[in-house]
Structure formats: C-alpha cells, structure tokens
C-alpha cells in the first residue's frame, strides 16, 4: 500500500505550514513525521500520530483525522526547510512504509 | 551518547553480494529492535527490514524479499545487513535505524525510529 504526500509545500517564514498524508490504513496503524535536511540522515519529530519527540520545538504538532495525518509547523522558521515523510505501518503492523515524501520550501 | 555507525558501502558489480555492518553505542542494543532503511540517489526514503532485539524475526520488503538477510550479533552491539543478487535499482545510502517501543500504557506501541545512523553508500555499476 502506499502513503500519499503532496510532493511540495511553500510558506513564508512565520506562517503555518501543513503536510498531508493519507492512506486507508491510517484509521487502525499509527503515524510518523520524519525531519531530513540536506545531506543528513532523518529526524523522527512526531510519533504515535501526534507525540512530538524528544527536542522537537513546540511549534510541530502532528494531528489525525480519518484516513489523514498531517503534520503543522506554526510560526515557520528558516531552519525548517527540509523534506518530511511520513511512516506507518501496514495492517499486519509489521511491514513499514515511507511516504513519497514532502519538499518544504521557506520563501 | 547514542551512536550507530554504518559501514561497508561501496561499488558492486550487477549481480554481486556485499555485507553491510551498523555499530551501535550509547543504548541497550540488546533490547532494541532495529531496522535497515535506504534512499535512492535524490529519491525518497525505503523500509528495507526489520530485526526483534534477540534476532529470531525478521521481515522484509517485498522489493529486496529473498535477496536481503537481516541479522545482528548482540554481543558485538552490531547490526547486519546482507545484500545478494545486487541490482542497479539497489543503489542507495542504506542507514540502520533503531525502533524505540513504549509500554507505558500497558500494551506497547512503536514510538518511532529514533535513532539513526549517518548512512552508507552503495553503488551497483558495471
């Protein structure tokens, strides 16, 4: 199965920024915000669909309706420019999957 | 200080085998589940497997499934991964990864991949 991410997101700095991901899984395996900037290996950010790791800034949240998560950054910085994926599980819980990932772009 | 230290990478020729090795420090490697995660050149990032903190399951993607042997010598605080059959389309950084499981709740969940190594690479080309 796949999960669904729009390929990219632009805000201004300050502003709201909203990633999307959808699956029909979604409802019944958990959700999880990945954080990868240039160059680097990923950054968990939120888990068990709203649970901000340990570090994490309060302005990420991460929130869950039906067969979509998202993931909110409020009050965007420059340093947030970076491609977010988010993760599940299939319905077994067993099998991991990536999303195809999201380009966020600070004007 | 947590570390995982992948190593290994390196060019193969189609069809070649190569061993990949995660080092760990810094948690109870024993106890943790680990998993093995790739990203293509300028592609996005791929579950490959999974491996139970003692080593006695394993699971895979259906896209490496029969080619890919995931293991881990406890006593060693090391992570493997064995990569056979190699194709052009396996070439990727290849990062180990651990699952941190919370049961504070009663029933444990995944609490996500929290840590994470720097990532090595491998490249298959004739």
């Known amino acids: 199965y796949e999960l669904t991410q729009p390929p990219s997101v632009s805000v201004s700095p300050g502003q709201t920024a909203r990633i999307t991901c959808s699956a029909d899984v979604l409802p019944k395996q958990y959700a999880y915000w990945y954080q990868q900037k240039t160059g680097q290996a990923p950054v968990l950010v939120i888990y068990?669909?709203?649970e901000r790791s340990s570090g994490i800034p309060e302005r990420f949240s991460g929130s869950s309706s039906g067969t979509t998560v998202t993931l909110t950054i409020s009050g965007v910085q420059a340093e947030d420019e970076a491609d977010y994926y988010c993760q599940s599980s299939d319905s077994s819980g067993v099998f991991r999957v990536f999303g195809g990932g999201t380009k966020l772009t600070v004007l | 200080q947590v570390q995982l230290v992948e190593s290994g990478g390196t060019v193969v020729q189609p069809g070649g085998s190569l061993r990949l090795s995660c080092g760990a420090s810094?948690?109870?490697?024993?106890?943790?589940?680990m998993h093995w995660v790739r990203q293509a050149p300028g592609k996005g990032l791929e579950w490959v497997a999974v491996i139970s903190s003692d080593g006695t399951q394993k699971d895979y993607a259906d896209s490496v499934k029969g080619r890919v042997i995931i293991s881990r010598d406890n006593s060693k605080t090391t992570l493997y991964v064995q990569l056979n059959s190699l194709r052009v389309e396996d070439t990727a950084v290849y990062y180990c990864a651990r699952e941190s499981i919370d049961c504070s709740g009663g029933d444990c969940y995944s609490a996500g991949l929290d840590y994470w190594g720097q990532g090595t690479l491998v490249t298959v080309s004739s």
């Open positions: 810094g948690f109870t490697f024993s106890g943790s589940v």
């Open positions: 068990k669909d709203t």
